[in-house]
């Protein structure tokens, strides 16, 4: 029990902050938001997940991906090219001229399922594939790259040119990847259908739950050795390669658990909102998910996913009314969130909550004339 | 490429060669200019394409202007533009350096991101201003038209025009980095800001100089562009991604490696793009460049140096 | 490669580095016995730091050998001459500021070097045992919680000394170990450094000639990437070379 409470809560301020975040997704939303509303919250919480996995890569890491958004994106077409095939089954494509193959490749002019679409119509390979092709990218990606002490600005310039890649690929290959629409007409899982209101509901809640699972992983990873080691890296990479680690493995796993995080983030997407496009993908979606994280806070595991749920809310709210105002507030966000808090919402709490006890400590000196004087230097102390 | 004669696939590289010179200038132009700022200075500047739209809205005003009120003057104003175009985007960047880029010198990843941010407020202004359809200036006469040497090869005059300033802006570039003393002065700064300062170098004012001279540049990259292309408030993000693979691809800190950099990629594009379609040509052109670097990371000309 | 085996803890032949001509080391031949205390001198630009450099992995040298209790280093790569029981102090203390000196002890300790070995590593009374050990020895225990950021320069030197020590290597090597200290500090330092050197072998490059005086066993002088002279302190001091390297200019 205390390994629990210690290792996966952070002590006493993780499991607050870990239990504020459960009570406020699992109870206060589904009370007080309706269907739809609720819906897009879903959607807001699976860009949780990479922001989550930046927290851990680049919060801890030091190593920052702009290209998160390939690994949100192959999670989610894998989902995608899934529940395409089932929702193009022979009877539902029957007006095609070839029956049985998605729409889009029947459009254009394709008369047979391409091969890497074939395994896909399992569903068990499907959910392996979402977690297992993303970390071998990343692994491929990550050996090439920090085998070479390759990292910092180099690393994000090449994780952004990946993902402009695989964009520019999923657009201009529209037969096998349903081009810039992307997959869309998604229907049924098993026959189940994925549209109504309560596989809505119930993608929301099963969204909540990988997400808090997801965040209890992260907070193993960062309160164990391995942790500190991320911490000291970011700080003496040298030090800890002289004292007899192999610097490139460890960020080559934090690089593949973040994609795989990033991956369900994908496929919950797919599942919440039922298409998936390349517009989730490349550059400008993957550097959004880094302001998730940069807004919440960098170092926060809990403070990414308000830093989603703010940013997004804001988004929406905004590019109803406003959509001009909108950039302008994003790309201002940006700019203050690295001069002014680059510890973001958990930092300004941090300092808050800080500001709140001294006050407090202010208040109760006055009121207990006997402990004035011991409260005084105290106070001194605590600036 | 089967159903080509040996002559016809002369003629295609040598016409799909002079239209990569046209890329070949813009994306020269912009790595110049990024070369400048991400290797003297380690800054990257992820705003650096909107530096250059800067530039090419510059052009599009004063045609506009002048086109309105001082018709005569059509045949010239071009060049006029090319100087206000480099001043307009100088400013700009020098005005960023001030606000921004000088809090964040420590931060190289920061820095990314705040840059970002600035990309994204000046597409924004743009369109508030610009509105969001493209837009082209009117070209004086003597930059259309074309030089025909076989009728089976056509060079247009503009991208002729366009390589012609190229080289007179990196000779320019090259004259001032490495043989005037100010660039003395930015290059002895970015290898030792603490030592350079000790010796009396305004380090801050090198700073914002140096950023406002690589803006300055992106901004006659745009006042080139609009030779070749239309205008949009995004116009800029479509480049600054090739434009860092050629800063990169070269060599950081390397001027010579820049050049030949940007002259591979933008020839290896504009010649595929003949034969599959544009998205694979730039699928295969940036697919082979990561692979290259990550086989050697430290571009193509980089030194070997003691760390 | 070259050489047959030998008792020699370190034994470096013929290394050459050099860095676009400029031959930093020079075809170098040097030995270190077990317990033995040896320390570099030279004038700045001697070659000093590059041969720590050449024997931990941080460069890689153009031609020659060095062989550590018969083992070649120079095809490792630096975690594995760690691993083989090399430890290396930089110039500027290397520790990890946000980490308390704990922290710092327990990062370093030759457990859990893997990436799983690491997810799993427990605190357990061994490792707390051997860390409160080695706090004692560098006169760190006090300030066991105290985020390594906040300790005086000295105390900074000495908990890297620390988080060598906790690997128990068999050649330790210290890049000035005493710089920056003060007075005080450096006779703390050099008692510390005569113990520790009880069971493992010590190379240290230092400038501060007293402090040499009052830890060396052998001193090697380094001029221009080659050996100027080699012996005891007082031989050393003596030698008309040394003297007009240090003060003929």
């Given at each position: 029990m205390s390994f629990m409470y210690e290792k996966l809560l952070g002590g006493k301020n993780g499991t607050v902050g870990f239990v504020l975040l459960a009570t406020l997704i699992l109870v206060v939303f589904p009370l007080a938001l309706d269907g739809f509303r609720l819906n897009l919250v879903a959607k807001y919480l699976t860009y949780a997940f990479p922001a989550i996995s930046l927290v851990l890569l680049w919060g801890y890491g030091g190593t920052l991906s702009l290209g998160q958004g390939i690994f949100f994106g192959l999670g989610g077409y894998g989902m995608a090219m899934f529940l395409k095939l089932e929702a193009s089954s022979p009877e539902n494509t029957a007006i095609q001229s070839t029956p049985g193959i998605p729409d889009f490749m029947d459009w254009n002019q394709l008369t047979a399922l391409p091969w890497f679409w074939e395994p896909f119509n399992s569903f068990t390979f499907t959910l392996l594939a979402i977690l297992i092709i993303p970390s071998v990218f990343a692994y491929l990606i990550g050996v090439a790259m920090f085998k070479r002490r390759v990292g910092g600005v180099y690393f994000a310039i090449i994780t952004q040119v990946v993902s402009l890649i695989l964009t520019v690929l999923i657009v201009g290959q529209q037969g096998y990847t349903g081009g810039i629409n992307g997959i869309t007409d998604l229907r049924t899982l098993h026959g189940w259908d994925i549209t109504s209101d309560f596989a809505k509901n119930l993608f929301y809640f099963i969204t909540c739950f990988l997400l808090l699972a997801v965040i209890l992983m992260s907070r193993f990873i960062l309160t164990s050795k391995f942790g500190r080691l991320l911490l000291a890296m970011r700080d003496k990479e040298d030090r800890v390669r002289f004292s007899g680690y192999d610097v490139a493995n460890f960020k080559i796993f934090i690089f593949c658990f973040s994609a795989m995080i990033s991956a369900i983030g994908g496929a919950m997407f797919t599942l919440s909102v039922g298409f998936m496009s390349p517009s989730f993908v490349g550059i400008v979606p993957s550097i959004e998910m880094v302001i998730f994280a940069a807004v919440g806070g960098r170092l926060s595991l809990i403070g990414a996913v308000y830093g989603c749920l703010l940013i997004n809310f804001g988004k929406t709210a905004f590019s109803e009314s406003f959509p001009e105002l909108w950039l302008f507030l994003m790309g201002g966000l940006f700019i203050a969130v690295v001069m002014f808090f680059p510890n973001g919402l958990a930092g300004l709490w941090e300092d808050h909550s800080h500001h709140i006890k001294k006050r407090l400590g202010f208040i109760t000196s006055l009121f207990s004339k006997n402990d004035t004087a011991a409260v005084a230097p105290k106070l001194e102390g605590s600036n | 490429?089967?159903?080509?004669?040996?002559?016809?696939?002369?003629?295609?590289?040598?016409?799909?060669?002079?239209?990569?010179?046209?890329?070949?200038?813009?994306?020269?132009?912009?790595?110049?200019?990024?070369?400048?700022?991400?290797?003297?200075?380690?800054?990257?500047?992820?705003?650096?394409?909107?530096?250059?739209?800067?530039?090419?809205?510059?052009?599009?005003?004063?045609?506009?202007?002048?086109?309105?009120?001082?018709?005569?003057?059509?045949?010239?104003?071009?060049?006029?533009?090319i100087v206000a175009a480099f001043f307009v985007a100088a400013a700009l960047g020098y005005l960023a350096e001030w606000a921004l880029i000088r809090h964040l010198y420590k931060r190289p990843l920061d820095t990314l991101l705040a840059t970002w941010g600035l990309s994204l407020i000046m597409q924004q202004a743009y369109r508030s201003i610009f509105g969001a359809r493209e837009v082209s200036p009117a070209l004086p006469d003597w930059l259309m038209g074309s030089y025909q040497p076989t009728d089976m090869i056509d060079i247009p005059l503009n991208g002729m025009f366009v390589l012609a300033l190229t080289l007179l802006i990196t000779g320019g570039v090259f004259y001032l980095m490495f043989k005037s003393s100010w660039g003395l002065k930015v290059r002895a700064t970015t290898q030792n800001r603490v030592m350079s300062g000790a010796v009396g170098i305004n380090t801050k004012k090198v700073d914002r100089l140096t950023f406002a001279l690589g803006c300055g540049i992106a901004g006659v990259a745009g006042a080139a562009f609009t030779t070749i292309a239309s205008t949009g408030p995004t116009t800029g993000t479509l480049y600054i991604v090739d434009t860092f693979m050629v800063v990169v691809f070269g060599g950081a800190a390397s001027l010579l490696g820049t050049i030949a950099s940007a002259f591979s990629i933008a020839q290896a594009q504009s010649i595929l793009e003949f034969f599959i379609s544009g998205s694979m040509a730039k699928v295969f052109t940036l697919l082979t460049l990561v692979v290259i670097l990550m086989f050697k990371p430290e571009g193509l000309f980089a030194s070997k140096v003691r760390r | 490669m070259m050489s047959a085996n030998t008792d020699f803890t370190l034994a470096v032949e013929e290394l050459t580095v050099s860095f676009d001509g400029f031959k930093a080391v020079d075809n170098l031949n040097f030995y270190l016995d077990k317990n033995e205390l040896h320390v570099v001198i030279g004038p700045n630009g001697a070659g000093k730091t590059t041969v720590l450099d050449l024997i931990c992995g941080k460069t890689k040298s153009?031609?020659?050998?060095?062989?550590?209790?018969?083992?070649?280093?120079?095809?490792?790569?630096?975690?594995?001459?760690?691993?083989?029981?090399?430890?290396?102090?930089?110039?500027?203390?290397?520790?990890?500021?946000?980490?308390t000196v704990f922290e710092n002890l327990e990062v370093s300790y030759p457990r859990g070097r893997g990436v799983f070995g690491s997810l799993m590593f427990k605190r357990d009374a061994e490792v707390e045992n051997k860390i409160l050990e080695i706090a004692k020895e560098i006169m760190l225990d006090h300030m066991l919680e105290t985020e390594a950021a906040l300790l005086s320069h000295g105390q900074k030197q000495w908990l890297e000394i620390g988080m060598l020590l906790i690997q128990d290597p068999q050649l330790l090597m210290l890049d000035e170990p005493v710089a920056g200290m003060s007075v005080k500090e450096r006779e703390q330092t050099a008692e510390l450094l005569n113990k520790i050197s009880a069971g493992r072998s010590v190379l240290v490059i230092e400038h501060d000639m007293e402090f040499v005086a009052q830890i060396a066993h052998k001193v090697t002088v380094l001029h221009q990437g080659k050996i100027l002279a080699s012996g005891d302190m007082d031989t050393v001091q003596k030698d008309p070379k040394v003297i007009e390297v240090y003060l003929g200019h």
């Amino acid at each position: 029990m205390s390994f629990m409470y210690e290792k996966l809560l952070g002590g006493k301020n993780g499991t607050v902050g870990f239990v504020l975040l459960a009570t406020l997704i699992l109870v206060v939303f589904p009370l007080a938001l309706d269907g739809f509303r609720l819906n897009l919250v879903a959607k807001y919480l699976t860009y949780a997940f990479p922001a989550i996995s930046l927290v851990l890569l680049w919060g801890y890491g030091g190593t920052l991906s702009l290209g998160q958004g390939i690994f949100f994106g192959l999670g989610g077409y894998g989902m995608a090219m899934f529940l395409k095939l089932e929702a193009s089954s022979p009877e539902n494509t029957a007006i095609q001229s070839t029956p049985g193959i998605p729409d889009f490749m029947d459009w254009n002019q394709l008369t047979a399922l391409p091969w890497f679409w074939e395994p896909f119509n399992s569903f068990t390979f499907t959910l392996l594939a979402i977690l297992i092709i993303p970390s071998v990218f990343a692994y491929l990606i990550g050996v090439a790259m920090f085998k070479r002490r390759v990292g910092g600005v180099y690393f994000a310039i090449i994780t952004q040119v990946v993902s402009l890649i695989l964009t520019v690929l999923i657009v201009g290959q529209q037969g096998y990847t349903g081009g810039i629409n992307g997959i869309t007409d998604l229907r049924t899982l098993h026959g189940w259908d994925i549209t109504s209101d309560f596989a809505k509901n119930l993608f929301y809640f099963i969204t909540c739950f990988l997400l808090l699972a997801v965040i209890l992983m992260s907070r193993f990873i960062l309160t164990s050795k391995f942790g500190r080691l991320l911490l000291a890296m970011r700080d003496k990479e040298d030090r800890v390669r002289f004292s007899g680690y192999d610097v490139a493995n460890f960020k080559i796993f934090i690089f593949c658990f973040s994609a795989m995080i990033s991956a369900i983030g994908g496929a919950m997407f797919t599942l919440s909102v039922g298409f998936m496009s390349p517009s989730f993908v490349g550059i400008v979606p993957s550097i959004e998910m880094v302001i998730f994280a940069a807004v919440g806070g960098r170092l926060s595991l809990i403070g990414a996913v308000y830093g989603c749920l703010l940013i997004n809310f804001g988004k929406t709210a905004f590019s109803e009314s406003f959509p001009e105002l909108w950039l302008f507030l994003m790309g201002g966000l940006f700019i203050a969130v690295v001069m002014f808090f680059p510890n973001g919402l958990a930092g300004l709490w941090e300092d808050h909550s800080h500001h709140i006890k001294k006050r407090l400590g202010f208040i109760t000196s006055l009121f207990s004339k006997n402990d004035t004087a011991a409260v005084a230097p105290k106070l001194e102390g605590s600036n | 490429m089967g159903g080509y004669t040996s002559s016809e696939l002369m003629a295609i590289f040598a016409m799909q060669g002079f239209a990569g010179i046209s890329l070949f200038s813009v994306l020269l132009l912009m790595a110049l200019g990024l070369a400048i700022i991400f290797g003297q200075m380690g800054v990257i500047n992820m705003a650096h394409g909107e530096f250059m739209a800067a530039g090419a809205y510059t052009t599009y005003l004063l045609s506009t202007v002048t086109e309105t009120y001082f018709p005569g003057f059509m045949p010239y104003y071009f060049l006029v533009a090319i100087v206000a175009a480099f001043f307009v985007a100088a400013a700009l960047g020098y005005l960023a350096e001030w606000a921004l880029i000088r809090h964040l010198y420590k931060r190289p990843l920061d820095t990314l991101l705040a840059t970002w941010g600035l990309s994204l407020i000046m597409q924004q202004a743009y369109r508030s201003i610009f509105g969001a359809r493209e837009v082209s200036p009117a070209l004086p006469d003597w930059l259309m038209g074309s030089y025909q040497p076989t009728d089976m090869i056509d060079i247009p005059l503009n991208g002729m025009f366009v390589l012609a300033l190229t080289l007179l802006i990196t000779g320019g570039v090259f004259y001032l980095m490495f043989k005037s003393s100010w660039g003395l002065k930015v290059r002895a700064t970015t290898q030792n800001r603490v030592m350079s300062g000790a010796v009396g170098i305004n380090t801050k004012k090198v700073d914002r100089l140096t950023f406002a001279l690589g803006c300055g540049i992106a901004g006659v990259a745009g006042a080139a562009f609009t030779t070749i292309a239309s205008t949009g408030p995004t116009t800029g993000t479509l480049y600054i991604v090739d434009t860092f693979m050629v800063v990169v691809f070269g060599g950081a800190a390397s001027l010579l490696g820049t050049i030949a950099s940007a002259f591979s990629i933008a020839q290896a594009q504009s010649i595929l793009e003949f034969f599959i379609s544009g998205s694979m040509a730039k699928v295969f052109t940036l697919l082979t460049l990561v692979v290259i670097l990550m086989f050697k990371p430290e571009g193509l000309f980089a030194s070997k140096v003691r760390r | 490669m070259m050489s047959a085996n030998t008792d020699f803890t370190l034994a470096v032949e013929e290394l050459t580095v050099s860095f676009d001509g400029f031959k930093a080391v020079d075809n170098l031949n040097f030995y270190l016995d077990k317990n033995e205390l040896h320390v570099v001198i030279g004038p700045n630009g001697a070659g000093k730091t590059t041969v720590l450099d050449l024997i931990c992995g941080k460069t890689k040298s153009t031609s020659g050998s060095i062989k550590f209790m018969n083992k070649e280093l120079t095809k490792l790569s630096e975690h594995e001459i760690v691993r083989a029981g090399v430890g290396r102090k930089f110039q500027t203390p290397s520790i990890y500021e946000n980490l308390t000196v704990f922290e710092n002890l327990e990062v370093s300790y030759p457990r859990g070097r893997g990436v799983f070995g690491s997810l799993m590593f427990k605190r357990d009374a061994e490792v707390e045992n051997k860390i409160l050990e080695i706090a004692k020895e560098i006169m760190l225990d006090h300030m066991l919680e105290t985020e390594a950021a906040l300790l005086s320069h000295g105390q900074k030197q000495w908990l890297e000394i620390g988080m060598l020590l906790i690997q128990d290597p068999q050649l330790l090597m210290l890049d000035e170990p005493v710089a920056g200290m003060s007075v005080k500090e450096r006779e703390q330092t050099a008692e510390l450094l005569n113990k520790i050197s009880a069971g493992r072998s010590v190379l240290v490059i230092e400038h501060d000639m007293e402090f040499v005086a009052q830890i060396a066993h052998k001193v090697t002088v380094l001029h221009q990437g080659k050996i100027l002279a080699s012996g005891d302190m007082d031989t050393v001091q003596k030698d008309p070379k040394v003297i007009e390297v240090y003060l003929g200019h």
